[in-house]
């Protein structure tokens, strides 16, 4: 009698390669709910407060997450000595959690100096750039040929997405462009240092450290402000909406499909946010929609589905 296979086989390199594809890509069409949910957010609410409380509920129910799943285990295996260098470990902790913080107040401040349709094109479009820069210098990661192929389609639709083709006024913001750049530079570099770490801890964990420690960093914030919004129905949906599914689940998904990917690979795939805040806007806050913006949707669709299928 022959020897029968194993119940459980693991997975191809192809297979766990389309696991962590859809993983990123559900990840990022969470991310892209947060845009509607700060849309139907009470008004007067800055998007500081609403940045720093998303940091602060994610990081705790990533926390939660992680003790229910993991116990007070941290690391991702019980061989931990490949790698001794602990001052590479420290470096890439403190630098996840400080672009965390950076990329919340260089956006934010960048996309209101450059206006929403520069800025946005610049911090999301730049990111993939970024990431595969940084990708190939500090982890050895080639993009593939057809890497180059789908980011340069998915900024491009990027750019047809946020422009507004009736707008005459291209007058834009110079440090609001530097500002913006480094946010695509910011959220690169914490997927980098989180791409690291999971090589040794467990993929809630890093996330936790990152979220909680950003938002603690941030928290001085919620005391210069009135946050009285935050107990009211409409406020407290909100809030909840974005820690636990736009941050804890987000991330949770995020961290499991990094670790089976390139950066580079994941930094394009997250472009199906703006994709899904675009559809959300015309949907739930019946936003305007133009032959433009509609065909940027169609080439990020596409660019996304060629990038998925390699």
């Known amino acids: 009698m022959g020897a029968q296979a194993p119940f459980f086989q693991p997975m191809s390199k192809e297979k766990l390669s389309i696991k962590g594809t859809l993983l990123v890509l559900f990840a990022a069409m969470l991310w892209g709910t947060t845009g509607t ?33 993991n116990g007070k285990k941290i690391y991702s295996n019980d061989n931990i000595d490949e790698d001794n260098n602990s001052l590479k470990y420290i470096f890439c902790w403190v630098l996840g959690i400080i672009t965390v913080v950076t990329y919340q107040i260089t956006f934010f401040y960048g996309v209101k100096m450059s206006g929403v349709a520069i800025g946005t094109v610049v911090a999301i479009g730049s990111s993939p750039l970024w990431a595969g820069i940084l990708g190939y210098i500090f982890l050895n990661e080639k993009p593939f040929r057809i890497w180059y192929i789908s980011t340069i389609m998915s900024v491009f639709g990027l750019f047809l997405l946020t422009i507004n083709p009736g707008s005459t006024n291209l007058d834009f913001s110079i440090i609001g462009i530097i500002l913006t750049l480094l946010a695509g530079l910011s959220y690169a570099i914490y997927a980098l240092s989180a791409k690291i770490l999971l090589k040794r801890y467990r993929p809630d964990f890093v996330m936790t450290i990152f979220f909680l420690g950003g938002g603690i960093l941030l928290s001085p914030i919620i005391f210069f402000n009135d946050m009285k919004w935050i107990i009211t129905i409409r406020g407290f949906v909100m809030v909840l909406h974005l820690g636990l599914f736009a941050t804890a689940l987000s991330y949770f998904l995020f961290s499991r499909g990094l670790k089976l990917i390139h950066v580079s690979k994941a930094s394009t795939l997250s472009l199906a946010e703006p994709l899904t805040a675009s559809i959300l806007g015309v949907m739930v806050l019946g936003e305007n929609l133009s032959f433009n913006n509609f065909l940027g949707i169609v080439i990020i669709f596409v660019s996304l589905l060629i990038l998925s299928k390699n």
């Open 37 to 69: 949910s700060q849309g139907l957010a009470p008004a007067g609410v800055s998007s500081s407060v609403i940045g720093t409380t998303r940091l602060l509920l994610g990081g705790l129910s990533l926390f939660t997450i992680h003790i229910i799943i």
